[in-house]
């Protein structure tokens, strides 16, 4: 048998010292030591405290992963829910219609109403107004996408004929948008569709104040809470707790 060197003999010996000390020779992590002029008892209190503040913290922290996980609710409104009314006040799906002329509530929007046919984005019945008034659409909650087809009463191509107005929290409108329509099956038609920050609630006004509209398949998803939102909510929560004990 070949000798073996002085080196790796010295890294067999660092090896099996290496090992004795993890077999059970392993040094244990100090013990935090009370600082100067802090006495023992002080120190006690302090770690209790600490304890105490990590017991309190995890219920707020599972709230907080529970908000992130909830799942996204959607809704869609085909105006066939109720039967033919008024649309001005009308409470459905989690949606809350209003509709107003020169902003005085007006009756002249009808929920469930028929006539148009079936369109590209339209099918009967829908919700049909005249243009010289503007509808409200509220959310009872925050939506991150927002969808529904519109349509005017006219065959021919009507440029920036639809104005929405997408409001935040405020009632303030963060995004205004002119829609086109086309005649795509009958009457001049299209699409809205919106995905991005939440939506409290949407205006619709008309370029044309002397023709009607008909509104369908009103599709909306709820917006999830941001992970940064539900933690500082569940700090919040945390908080009230802690005020009220």
Known sequence: MRPRSRAAARRLDATAAHAG????????????RPRAGESAVAMSMKQSAIRAGFRNATPALALAAALCALPAHAGLITMDELPLQPADGLHVGGVL????????????????????GDLAYIQDPSLEGATRGTLRIAFDTPVSRLAFGIALQSEQPQDDSVLVSLLDADGRPFAELALDTAPLVAFSETRFDYAGAPVFAVTLGFANRGSRFVLDNLEFTSAVPEPASAVLLAAGLLLLGRRRR
């Open 21 to 32: 000390r993890g077999a059970g020779c392993r040094r244990p992590f100090p013990r935090a």
């Open 97 to 116: 219609f209003s509709y107003s002329v020169d902003g005085q509530p007006d009756a002249d929007a009808s929920f469930a109403s028929y006539g148009v």
